[in-house]
């Protein structure tokens, strides 16, 4: 990949790095040759990044070139506003906390040179913030709550001009070892026409692919031209070097799946799952009320707050089910039996969150679990319940065998078709992603349970019908979009 660094007097620097060509802003937006350039990566140093300024167009211009500049024009603009500081996780407040916690003053300023600093026992917080907002030269403003709490305050880019003496050839070095990093190391064939990040984390005690599952989307990705590999949570940088994202780790909104998923969506990236799907579909008291609003089948549910708790016990009866909103893998999802029970675990659960779900408990042999792939059904699982248990995954088990429940795959048109029919539109609601719709057949009549924007797809189980073809209509997808996006921009 080509690498351009676009800078405001940059023909000054005494600067030469393999495979790395050095251009002023007005050079790249005047100078035709651009745009016929091909896997280019826009570095964007220029003076100033204000709205339609040279900056501002470098990377605008970049994007419909089929560039991929840094900053995009979407980090641009949030650099303008304080949204990130909305957007942290409590692993991003603990570290900024923790970093800085032996500084004894009330601010303090952080410069970050391509995620960079000079002292490195900042390296890992500059490379954090680096990732959620990815621009070449960024200044983060620190404070001290009363509490005593570091908080960032805000972060803006830094003009190439204010970078000090004391600092440039740092800056410089940094900037070397970003254009110098490896792109998608370890391949000595000939690269695929497409490539696709596909997001794991080895951690994941209940990932939603098994390993066999993930080397067998490799193998459908190489079949259909498409370089499928896998990066991590902290190979955030690396997004840009695909053409699209694929989420195999489990999804929350306030973890690092949705930035993924966001940050490629600014790109311009095709994203399964996409954040909206993950908003949509990680809370449960959201989906309650969508069902409610579109008049789908489910058990009897109360969306349950402070005011209406024994309210809601009168109404919906015992036992019944508790589910914190983003609750997922039975985490979060209590069955009472007893007022008591009841009204204990909701004062917990409103100490997380100001609405929890209660429903009505359906006892069933088993949950059907309908696969919907861009609006068409993928495919028909049984999930059954857990031995003496009555989820399809017991954590208490002792074993893998005691934990879960038996699994049995259908063909598509062996499934009741009104459970077919009711997961298609239930789906349809939510987009035209990756889904998994869980329903109970009580009396043949469906009732939706929840919808999963990261289906679990585990070799063996979700592909005992459809093998290889399963993994191949999902990268199909993906092959689908990125050429009705080149397609977009010629």
Not at 270 to 291: F, G, H
Not at 354 to 383: H, M, N, S, V
Request: glycine content about 6%; overall charge neutral; some cysteine.
């Amino acid at each position: 990949m080509k690498i351009l660094i676009v800078a405001s007097g940059a023909e000054k620097w005494n600067l030469s790095i393999p495979g790395v060509e050095i251009v002023t802003p007005r050079k790249y937006i005047a100078d035709p040759k651009y745009v016929s350039y091909r896997g280019t990566r826009v570095v964007n140093l220029s003076r100033s990044y204000r709205y339609q300024s040279n900056g501002y167009y470098v990377s605008l211009l970049a994007a419909a070139r089929g560039h991929r500049p840094m900053p995009s024009v979407a980090t641009m603009r949030d650099l303008q506003a304080p949204f990130y500081t909305n957007a942290m996780d409590a692993d991003m407040e603990e570290l900024i906390h923790k970093s800085l916690a032996p500084l004894t003053g009330d601010s303090f300023t952080l410069s970050i040179y391509f995620g960079r600093n000079m002292a490195k026992r900042y390296e890992k917080l500059c490379l954090k913030l680096f990732n959620m907002l990815t621009a070449p030269l960024l200044r983060a403003h620190f404070i001290k709550s009363k509490q005593g709490r570091w908080q960032l305050k805000r972060i803006s880019a830094i003009p190439l001009s204010e970078v000090s003496d004391e600092h440039r050839p740092f800056m410089l070095e940094a900037m070397q070892d970003y254009c110098c990093r490896p792109m998608r190391a370890g391949h000595k064939r000939q690269p695929a026409p497409f490539s696709l990040a596909m997001l794991v984390n080895p951690d994941n005690p209940l990932p939603p692919s098994d390993a066999k599952a993930l080397e067998n989307f490799i193998k459908a990705g190489s079949k259909l031209g498409i370089d499928v590999e896998p990066i991590r949570k902290d190979e955030y940088t690396k997004l840009l070097e695909y053409d699209a994202l694929f989420i195999r780790d489990t999804t929350q909104v306030n973890n690092h799946t949705y930035r993924f998923a966001r940050r490629a969506e600014i790109e311009g990236m095709p994203a399964i799952d996409d954040s909206l799907s993950i908003l949509r579909c990680t809370n449960k008291v959201y989906l309650a009320e969508l069902m409610n609003h579109n008049r789908i089948k489910t058990p009897k549910t109360f969306i349950v707050h402070g005011d209406n708790m024994h309210v809601t016990l009168k109404n919906l009866g015992l036992p019944c089910i508790l589910k914190q909103p983003d609750s997922s893998f039975s985490l979060g999802v209590v069955k009472v039996e007893t007022p008591e029970e009841f009204c204990t675990n909701c004062e917990e659960m409103l100490e997380k969150s100001d609405l929890i779900i209660a429903q009505e408990f359906l006892p069933t042999e088993y949950d059907w679990r309908i696969g919907i792939l861009e609006g068409e059904p993928l495919f028909a699982c049984k999930y059954f319940m857990a031995e003496h248990h009555w989820q399809i995954y017991n954590r208490s088990g002792k074993t893998e065998h005691d934990r879960w429940g038996m699994t049995k795959t259908f063909p598509i048109g062996e499934a009741p078709p009104e459970v077919v029919k009711v997961a298609l539109q239930a789906a349809n609601l939510i987009g035209k992603g990756l889904y998994g719709v869980d329903i109970k057949d009580i009396k043949g009549v469906p009732h939706i349970i929840e919808i999963n924007d990261n289906p679990s797809i585990d070799a063996g189980i979700e592909d005992d019908v459809l093998g290889m073809d399963l993994y191949l209509k999902i990268m199909q997808v993906f092959k689908d979009r990125i050429l009705k996006l080149r397609m977009n921009h010629l």
